[in-house]
């Protein structure tokens, strides 16, 4: 018998592999339900947009073709978009390729990466991967206006001089909290020129009155200053896997020299092409989700549960016990929600804001668990 993991690099050796939402497939292979609600991957239940479909449909006969493997419409979009040059984008299969390649980039076993305790679960995979060290900062305390967020004082602490890499996500998943723009700005500014800073933007679509900048505009001021973006959330293209990063022409640079050749296929930019110019689809998305996280936060909160503040599209709930049987009774009665145990938060769920009807059903099946 070969034990592979020993042939394997020490970070990979200890690592635990992402726990994605159960797919809508694989609960009904497993009991047999015939409705099934998922609010367990913070997609837009929408689906996507009516012109994506259609531009989609359109160009299947050209798939025998190579995609083009810069993306140049698509980057130039952006670019104007953010006001940035193409030269400063790298796109992705899907943002978490981009993260993977900021590990691959700037990471390696005599470096660290700094992140939150309870950060998006890809940051101590990507770091671990490349046999880096991860550092991780304790949160917010639940008491906090921000519970369980990021406490960038905290983060700025473990920052030394072999932290390459910085990984903030603002809003952050899966706790939903976020950073303020002075706040965040002068963490940012105070990071050393030796570590990059992401930030993470997956959620800033969603985000309404909240004090949440879109640190693409300050890429100017903070050349170590990195900002993550994707079609997956807002933009209703998770099955797509479209995202990219905002840099300094230079990180771009290096960021491409290991990007995989055609790691976003002719549909995927064509897709997200598409949903750029769809911003009425972009608008009812986000007040489809507003209306919504109004409805399950009062109901929650009236079950006595704890909400915690959320600028996103998904709410992190503290069930006030342990989450795993009420996360088995929630599947046999058909919705699939993110037990978050792996990330330490036993007694929590987590969310995703749906249709109306989803958010309602997912109530009713809660109240009849807790006899409420
Ligand atoms: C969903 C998510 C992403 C993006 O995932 P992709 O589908 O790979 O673009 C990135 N960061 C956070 C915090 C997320 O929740």
């Known amino acids: 018998m070969i034990d592979f993991s020993k042939l394997a690099q020490a970070g990979v050796r200890e690592l635990k592999a992402y726990i994605p939402g159960k797919p809508v497939s694989e609960l009904q292979r497993e009991l047999g339900l ?45 670019a104007v978009k953010h006001k940035v040059k193409p030269n400063q984008i790298t796109l992705g299969n899907g943002s978490n390729d981009v993260l993977v390649f900021l590990a691959q980039v700037f990471l390696s076993p005599d470096t660290n990466a700094v992140f939150s305790q309870y950060g998006f679960a890809v940051y101590p995979i990507a770091t671990q991967s490349v046999g880096a060290t991860a550092k991780i900062a304790p949160a917010n305390s639940p008491k906090h206006d921000q519970p369980l967020g990021h406490d960038l004082a905290a983060l700025a602490a473990l920052i ?55 640190t693409s505009q300050w890429l100017g001021k903070y050349p170590n200053l990195v900002v993550t973006k994707t079609f997956s959330k807002a933009y209703g293209l998770a099955g797509f896997r479209v995202g990219y990063a905002l840099s300094h022409p230079d990180v771009a640079d290096l960021l491409n020299r290991i990007r995989p050749p055609f790691n976003v296929n002719s549909l995927a930019l064509l897709a997200a092409q598409t949903a750029l110019g769809d911003s009425d689809y972009l608008k009812k998305s986000v007040e489809l989700n507003e209306q919504g996280k109004i409805y399950l936060k009062a109901e929650l909160s009236a079950m006595g549960l704890g909400v915690i503040p959320s600028a996103t599209n998904f ?46 059903f997912f109530i009713k099946a809660l109240k009849k668990i807790l006899n409420k």
């Open 160 to 214: 030394d001089e072999n932290t390459r890499v910085v990984f903030v996500a603002n809003p952050n998943n899966p706790t939903g909290t976020w950073v303020g723009s002075a706040d965040l700005e002068t963490f940012v500014s105070n990071v050393p020129d030796t570590c990059i800073v992401v930030v993470d933007e997956a959620y800033t679509e969603y985000v309404t009155n909240q004090d949440v900048p879109d």
């Open 34 to 78: 015939d409705h099934i609600v998922k609010l367990a991957s913070n997609e837009n239940p929408l689906g996507p947009s009516k012109a994506v479909e259609a531009a989609v449909a359109g160009a299947l006969k050209e798939q025998a073709r190579y995609p083009d493997a810069s993306g140049y419409e698509l980057k130039d979009l952006l």
């Open 315 to 360: 709410l992190l709930v503290d069930m006030k016990q342990d989450a795993s049987g009420l996360n088995q009774d929630l599947l046999k009665a058909g919705v699939i929600v993110r037990p978050v145990g792996n990330y330490g938060l036993p007694n929590h769920l987590r969310i995703s804001i749906g249709l109306p009807e989803e958010n309602e």
